[in-house]
């Protein structure tokens, strides 16, 4: 619940904002897209908004695709919407206002998905991931695309806490629709903490660590898990064992966060980290998608001293994948692994052939620049 002062104040400093929108007329602006003037929203339907244009037509966009809304006489949720870009934070708690003003029907489901993409834009990972699995047994038609992909820092308890609501929420439904979105999530969260999901049957462990999340306990306290009292019933079989089998036939979402941790660790010296992922998580992984993942683990090969070996597999992915940029980027570190054997003039030959293409990324030519200058060239 919010707290009553902080109500008064976001009432206050979004009344001093301007109308949401002119009378009797809604606005609706998609991703990339001039906006649409002067229509009704009429409904929010299987994740999709649902409004009027001008000649009556009536479109459906998916809730993804919409940049921001604005509803006659729906003041607090048209001021979250105009808040959530540039401060997430107080966007939820109008949100939040807005939902206590309708908490049934279409409008506070609407009200709700906006709701957790706020929170979890805010940092607010655990309380985005609380909703979503709310909104996913309600809706698992639509809610599965509204995944909070924020995590808090590594190891951290709240991601402690989250998967063990996802293992428990996991063990208590049937639906296929419900419990691979909690799985894959709960993959996700498990590579990103630096554990290993492990075999079915076998406690996840990480190097170092003790086992992690079980369903079938919790510390003393600790209130029984979200929907608790619908739990499957498998002779020979766990919920937690259930869910390390599904969880190792997964694939990562192409936008799952677990690459960017790599990227983040590597970036940051904590090659170690990003090794370790990698590890664990190219199995669960696409082929037709390992090509930045591959680039990452060649990285950590130049910083493990490896460097003729990463070279080479570097030179084979910048031949074979479709994409232009990651080709380039493949090339660049082509050329940090001869400067780290000692071959400036081969790394600088690189690094001029980079910089003749045009349709070189600004930030990886800034990136050769600088290596060109390191070689002396």
């Given at each position: 619940m919010i707290h009553a002062a902080a109500k008064t104040f976001v009432r206050f400093f979004l009344a001093a904002l301007p109308a949401a929108a002119p009378a009797c007329a809604d606005t609706v602006v998609l991703s990339g897209k001039p906006p649409f003037h002067n229509v009704r929203i009429v409904g929010f339907r299987r994740g999709k908004l649902v409004f009027r244009g001008v000649c009556r037509e009536t479109l459906r966009k998916p809730l993804g695709q919409v940049a921001s809304f604005r509803i006659d006489g729906q003041p607090m949720l048209s001021n979250a919407e105009a808040l959530v870009e540039r401060d997430p934070a107080a966007a939820v708690t109008a949100y939040e206002l807005a939902l206590e003003q309708t908490r049934r029907g279409w409008l506070?489901?609407?009200?709700?998905a906006?709701?957790?993409?706020?929170l979890d834009r805010a940092g607010r990972f655990a309380r985005a991931a609380r909703l979503w699995i709310d909104l996913l047994v309600a809706h698992p038609d639509w809610a599965a695309a509204l995944v909070p992909r924020h995590p808090g820092p590594p190891g951290c308890l709240e991601n402690t806490q989250v998967r063990r609501q996802l293992a428990a929420v996991y063990a208590t439904h049937l639906s296929p629709d419900i419990r691979r979105p909690l799985a894959t999530l709960w993959l996700e969260l498990t590579l990103y903490d630096g554990l290993e999901p492990g075999p079915a049957g076998a406690g996840a462990r990480s190097r170092g660590t003790a086992r992690t999340d079980s369903v079938a306990s919790r510390p003393a306290g600790e209130p029984p898990p979200l929907f608790g009292a619908?739990?499957?019933?498998?002779?020979g079989a766990t919920p937690a064992a259930d869910l390390r089998r599904e969880a190792a036939g997964l694939r990562l979402p192409a936008d799952t966060f677990v690459l960017q941790a790599v990227r983040e660790a590597l970036d940051g010296g904590r090659t170690g980290r990003a090794d370790a992922i990698l590890s664990r998580a190219l199995a669960h992984v696409a082929p037709a998608e390992r090509g930045p993942w591959l680039l990452l683990q060649q990285r950590c090969r130049?910083?493990?001293?490896?460097?003729?070996?990463a070279a080479d597999a570097l030179l084979a992915l910048s031949e074979r994948t479709p994409d232009p940029a990651l080709a380039a980027e493949a090339l660049y570190y082509v050329g940090v692994a001869h400067e780290r054997m000692d071959r400036a003039d081969v790394a600088a030959d690189i690094y001029r052939e980079l910089l003749e293409r045009s349709d070189l990324p600004p930030r990886l030519r800034k990136r050769v620049q600088a290596g060109l200058a390191r070689t002396g060239e």
């Open positions: 506070a489901d609407l009200t709700s906006r709701l957790a993409v706020a619908v739990r499957r019933k498998r002779p130049i910083e493990a001293g490896r460097c003729a070996q």
